[in-house]
Protein backbone atom coordinates (compact mmCIF):
# COMPACT_ATOMS: atom_id res chain seq x y z
CA UNK A 1 0.00 0.00 0.00
CA UNK A 2 3.16 2.50 1.09
CA UNK A 3 4.53 1.74 -2.90
CA UNK A 4 0.67 2.78 -4.03
CA UNK A 5 0.40 5.33 -2.11
CA UNK A 6 4.15 7.12 -2.96
CA UNK A 7 3.20 6.38 -6.76
CA UNK A 8 0.07 8.14 -6.68
CA UNK A 9 1.85 11.05 -5.04
CA UNK A 10 5.21 11.10 -7.30
CA UNK A 11 2.39 11.44 -10.11
CA UNK A 12 0.43 14.10 -8.89
CA UNK A 13 2.87 16.37 -8.09
CA UNK A 14 4.20 16.01 -11.26
CA UNK A 15 1.59 16.54 -13.40
CA UNK A 16 0.18 19.81 -11.35
CA UNK A 17 3.01 21.28 -9.20
CA UNK A 18 3.97 23.33 -13.02
CA UNK A 19 1.16 22.74 -15.22
CA UNK A 20 2.20 21.65 -18.52
CA UNK A 21 5.91 21.29 -17.41
CA UNK A 22 7.02 17.68 -16.40
CA UNK A 23 8.63 17.88 -12.85
CA UNK A 24 11.10 15.59 -11.36
CA UNK A 25 9.91 13.96 -7.96
CA UNK A 26 12.49 11.82 -5.75
CA UNK A 27 11.93 9.27 -3.04
CA UNK A 28 15.16 8.89 -2.08
CA UNK A 29 16.63 10.14 1.03
CA UNK A 30 17.91 13.60 0.27
CA UNK A 31 21.37 12.93 1.09
CA UNK A 32 24.34 15.53 -0.26
CA UNK A 33 25.04 12.17 -2.63
CA UNK A 34 22.11 12.38 -3.66
CA UNK A 35 22.01 15.74 -4.15
CA UNK A 36 25.40 16.23 -6.20
CA UNK A 37 24.06 14.02 -8.68
CA UNK A 38 20.99 15.90 -9.92
CA UNK A 39 20.90 16.76 -13.23
CA UNK A 40 18.30 19.75 -12.94
CA UNK A 41 15.53 21.16 -10.43
CA UNK A 42 13.89 18.38 -8.16
CA UNK A 43 11.52 17.86 -5.72
CA UNK A 44 11.81 15.33 -2.84
CA UNK A 45 9.31 13.19 -0.98
CA UNK A 46 11.12 11.63 1.94
CA UNK A 47 9.21 9.37 3.76
CA UNK A 48 10.03 10.23 7.46
CA UNK A 49 7.10 9.35 10.18
CA UNK A 50 4.47 6.39 10.28
CA UNK A 51 2.23 6.16 12.74
CA UNK A 52 -1.25 5.03 14.34
CA UNK A 53 -3.91 7.34 14.45
CA UNK A 54 -5.71 5.43 17.84
CA UNK A 55 -8.53 8.04 18.03
CA UNK A 56 -10.06 6.54 14.96
CA UNK A 57 -9.47 3.04 15.68
CA UNK A 58 -13.02 1.40 16.12
CA UNK A 59 -13.86 -2.06 17.39
CA UNK A 60 -17.43 -2.51 15.66
CA UNK A 61 -16.18 -5.01 12.86
CA UNK A 62 -17.08 -4.67 8.87
CA UNK A 63 -19.48 -6.70 7.31
CA UNK A 64 -18.74 -8.36 3.99
CA UNK A 65 -21.51 -9.31 2.25
CA UNK A 66 -21.82 -11.39 -1.18
CA UNK A 67 -23.75 -10.71 -4.54
CA UNK A 68 -27.60 -11.01 -2.63
CA UNK A 69 -26.62 -8.72 0.00
CA UNK A 70 -26.13 -11.97 2.67
CA UNK A 71 -23.72 -11.01 5.52
CA UNK A 72 -20.78 -13.89 4.56
CA UNK A 73 -18.34 -13.09 7.04
CA UNK A 74 -16.93 -10.16 9.58
CA UNK A 75 -13.64 -8.11 9.71
CA UNK A 76 -12.05 -6.33 12.03
CA UNK A 77 -12.24 -2.72 11.34
CA UNK A 78 -9.27 -1.01 9.05
CA UNK A 79 -6.61 0.68 11.19
CA UNK A 80 -5.89 4.16 9.98
CA UNK A 81 -2.21 5.69 9.87
CA UNK A 82 -0.58 8.88 9.34
CA UNK A 83 1.89 8.74 6.88
CA UNK A 84 4.14 11.64 6.58
CA UNK A 85 6.00 12.91 3.87
CA UNK A 86 8.57 16.19 4.00
CA UNK A 87 8.61 17.51 0.55
CA UNK A 88 11.82 20.03 -0.11
CA UNK A 89 12.49 21.64 -3.50
CA UNK A 90 15.48 21.32 -5.09
CA UNK A 91 17.51 24.12 -7.84
CA UNK A 92 20.41 26.01 -8.20
CA UNK A 93 18.99 29.17 -6.18
CA UNK A 94 17.51 29.71 -2.70
CA UNK A 95 14.79 31.96 -4.88
CA UNK A 96 13.76 28.84 -7.40
CA UNK A 97 13.62 26.69 -4.18
CA UNK A 98 10.62 28.77 -2.93
CA UNK A 99 9.08 29.09 -6.24
CA UNK A 100 8.92 25.50 -6.85
CA UNK A 101 7.85 24.29 -3.07
CA UNK A 102 5.65 27.03 -3.27
CA UNK A 103 3.87 25.66 -6.79
CA UNK A 104 3.96 22.11 -4.87
CA UNK A 105 1.94 23.85 -2.06
CA UNK A 106 -1.02 25.76 -4.58
CA UNK A 107 -1.07 22.34 -5.73
CA UNK A 108 -1.65 20.07 -3.32
CA UNK A 109 -4.50 22.23 -1.84
CA UNK A 110 -6.27 22.00 -4.52
CA UNK A 111 -8.09 19.10 -2.89
CA UNK A 112 -7.61 17.55 0.59
CA UNK A 113 -7.63 14.18 -0.10
CA UNK A 114 -5.40 12.19 -3.07
CA UNK A 115 -7.47 12.69 -6.29
CA UNK A 116 -9.23 9.30 -6.82
CA UNK A 117 -7.57 9.15 -10.49
CA UNK A 118 -4.66 9.13 -8.17
CA UNK A 119 -5.22 6.37 -5.82
CA UNK A 120 -3.12 3.24 -7.54
CA UNK A 121 -3.24 -0.25 -6.74
CA UNK A 122 -4.80 -1.62 -3.79
CA UNK A 123 -5.59 2.45 -2.98
CA UNK A 124 -8.25 1.75 -6.03
CA UNK A 125 -10.30 -0.36 -3.68
CA UNK A 126 -11.54 2.80 -1.67
CA UNK A 127 -11.66 5.20 -4.50
CA UNK A 128 -14.28 2.67 -6.19
CA UNK A 129 -15.80 2.16 -2.81
CA UNK A 130 -15.61 6.18 -2.74
CA UNK A 131 -13.44 6.26 0.85
CA UNK A 132 -10.92 9.30 0.36
CA UNK A 133 -7.87 9.61 1.85
CA UNK A 134 -7.09 12.70 3.19
CA UNK A 135 -3.85 14.82 2.85
CA UNK A 136 -3.12 17.52 5.57
CA UNK A 137 -0.50 19.85 4.57
CA UNK A 138 1.73 22.19 6.33
CA UNK A 139 0.61 20.33 9.71
CA UNK A 140 3.50 20.51 12.77
CA UNK A 141 4.87 16.76 11.96
CA UNK A 142 8.32 17.32 13.72
CA UNK A 143 9.59 19.74 15.76
CA UNK A 144 12.46 22.05 14.51
CA UNK A 145 14.89 19.88 16.79
CA UNK A 146 13.39 16.51 15.10
CA UNK A 147 13.86 17.72 11.73
CA UNK A 148 17.21 19.07 11.95
CA UNK A 149 18.27 15.48 14.23
CA UNK A 150 16.58 13.57 11.07
CA UNK A 151 18.83 15.68 8.74
CA UNK A 152 21.80 15.05 10.22
CA UNK A 153 20.89 11.17 10.52
CA UNK A 154 20.72 10.70 6.73
CA UNK A 155 22.99 12.87 5.77
CA UNK A 156 21.64 16.02 4.20
CA UNK A 157 21.70 19.27 4.35
CA UNK A 158 18.98 21.93 5.76
CA UNK A 159 16.40 22.29 3.82
CA UNK A 160 12.78 24.25 4.31
CA UNK A 161 10.54 21.59 4.32
CA UNK A 162 6.46 20.87 3.67
CA UNK A 163 5.15 18.12 5.53
CA UNK A 164 2.60 16.17 4.00
CA UNK A 165 0.48 13.76 5.73
CA UNK A 166 -1.84 11.21 4.60
CA UNK A 167 -4.57 9.24 6.04
CA UNK A 168 -4.17 6.03 4.85
CA UNK A 169 -6.88 3.06 5.90
CA UNK A 170 -5.13 -0.23 6.44
CA UNK A 171 -7.14 -3.59 6.56
CA UNK A 172 -6.66 -5.47 9.92
CA UNK A 173 -7.81 -9.06 10.66
CA UNK A 174 -8.63 -11.83 8.77
CA UNK A 175 -12.23 -12.01 7.64
CA UNK A 176 -14.05 -14.57 10.05
CA UNK A 177 -17.01 -16.24 8.40
CA UNK A 178 -20.51 -15.60 9.73
CA UNK A 179 -23.12 -17.95 10.58
CA UNK A 180 -25.62 -19.68 7.82
CA UNK A 181 -28.53 -16.85 6.95
CA UNK A 182 -31.52 -16.92 9.55
CA UNK A 183 -34.66 -18.20 7.70
CA UNK A 184 -37.17 -17.68 10.62
CA UNK A 185 -37.96 -15.06 12.89
CA UNK A 186 -36.09 -14.88 16.31
CA UNK A 187 -38.57 -15.48 19.35
CA UNK A 188 -37.73 -14.14 22.91
CA UNK A 189 -40.40 -15.25 25.73
CA UNK A 190 -39.95 -13.29 29.01
CA UNK A 191 -41.13 -14.64 32.73
CA UNK A 192 -42.84 -17.80 31.69
CA UNK A 193 -43.64 -19.55 35.20
CA UNK A 194 -46.60 -21.46 36.92
CA UNK A 195 -48.93 -21.52 33.69
CA UNK A 196 -48.35 -17.97 33.07
CA UNK A 197 -47.47 -17.67 29.50
CA UNK A 198 -44.79 -15.13 29.03
CA UNK A 199 -44.94 -12.08 26.49
CA UNK A 200 -43.23 -12.78 23.56
CA UNK A 201 -41.17 -10.87 21.39
CA UNK A 202 -40.85 -11.83 17.97
CA UNK A 203 -37.99 -10.18 15.69
CA UNK A 204 -38.03 -9.23 12.19
CA UNK A 205 -39.35 -11.67 10.01
CA UNK A 206 -36.06 -12.30 7.18
CA UNK A 207 -38.36 -13.18 4.11
CA UNK A 208 -40.47 -9.71 4.82
CA UNK A 209 -38.20 -7.47 7.09
CA UNK A 210 -40.25 -4.31 6.35
CA UNK A 211 -42.91 -6.28 8.52
CA UNK A 212 -41.16 -4.81 12.43
CA UNK A 213 -41.45 -6.23 15.40
CA UNK A 214 -44.23 -8.31 17.04
CA UNK A 215 -45.28 -8.62 20.45
CA UNK A 216 -47.75 -10.69 21.93
CA UNK A 217 -49.17 -9.62 25.15
CA UNK A 218 -49.22 -12.60 28.10
CA UNK A 219 -51.94 -14.94 29.20
CA UNK A 220 -52.72 -17.21 31.55
CA UNK A 221 -52.68 -20.53 30.43
CA UNK A 222 -55.24 -21.96 32.64
CA UNK A 223 -58.07 -19.44 32.27
CA UNK A 224 -60.87 -21.04 30.69
CA UNK A 225 -61.72 -20.26 26.48
CA UNK A 226 -65.32 -20.69 26.90
CA UNK A 227 -68.49 -19.69 29.02
CA UNK A 228 -71.51 -22.15 29.52
Same mark, same amino acid.
Given at each position: ?5 ? /? ?15 ? @???? %? ?41 ? @? ?8 ? !? ?9 ? *? /??? %? ?18 ? !?????? *?????? %? ?7 ? @?? /? ?7 ? /? ?43 ? *? ?19 ? $?? $?????? *? ?6
Amino acid at each position: MLADLD /SGLVKYLSSHTIPGEPV @VVAL %DPPTRDWASKRTGPALNLFLADIREDAGMRSTNPSEIVDEQGQ @VVSRQSAPRY !FCITYLLTAWT *S /SPD %DDHRLLGAALIALLRQDYVP !FDYCLG *SLGEFA %DAGIPIRIR @VG /SRALSEKAY /SELMTAVGGDYRPSLSVTVTLPVPAGIPTPAGPPQTVPPEIRLGE *SRGQVSDTVRGRDPKDPDAGI $RT $RGSRDA *SASTSTT
